[in-house]
């Protein structure tokens, strides 16, 4: 895992549906694909890009995930005012994102997470480590914010993943 994880710190550089983009070939020999699999965000942000070309793994970042409903319209935030409950929501949709491209939380190397309310960050941790289970933890850096993208959110994480080929 450690070897992953350096591939990810040196790049700098996910989801269940259509690439967002036509994959265009790199000169670098880096493979990049953009997807969405919310309808809402399609033409807005990518939810998740896959790089590939660094050795024999392949990275995944995820963009910000909360409580949106991927099914609903722009906006529709579920569990309002239900911290543990957008959490549950947002690591969810993590792992459906995650298995679509052969990955699980084992392969997580770095989390972000944003809090409207630093007060949460107790029961926000608890959910993490109940989502992550067995998983080994990886790196996380929590922060607290004024707003995050429609007022009912309270809570956003983003992933990076790194899977072998």
């Not at 994880?5 to 550089?13: H, N, P």
């Not at 998740?48 to 024999?56: D, E, L, Q, R, Y």
């Not at 459906?96 to 944003?114: C, D, E, F, P």
């Amino acid at each position: 895992m450690q070897k992953y994880a350096a591939f990810a710190a040196a790049a700098i550089v996910a989801a269940l549906a259509v690439p967002a983009a036509a994959q265009q070939p790199s000169p670098s020999g880096f493979e990049k694909k953009e997807f969405t699999h919310s309808a809402w965000t399609r033409g807005i942000f990518s939810e998740a890009v896959t790089v590939k070309g660094f050795g024999t793994g392949r990275l995944i970042f995820l963009a910000g995930v909360g409580s949106e409903d991927e099914n609903g319209p722009r906006g529709n935030v579920r569990h309002h005012n239900e911290l543990v409950a957008q959490c549950e929501y947002a690591f969810d949709k993590i792992k459906r994102v995650l298995a679509a491209h052969g990955a699980n939380l084992n392969h997580v190397v770095k989390i972000t997470s944003y809090l409207t309310d630093m007060k949460n960050r107790v029961p926000y941790g608890q959910c993490l480590t109940r989502n992550f289970g067995a998983a080994p933890l990886p790196v996380h850096t929590l922060i607290g914010v004024a707003a995050l993208a429609f007022p009912e959110m309270m809570v956003e994480t983003d992933a990076t993943a790194i899977t072998p080929e």
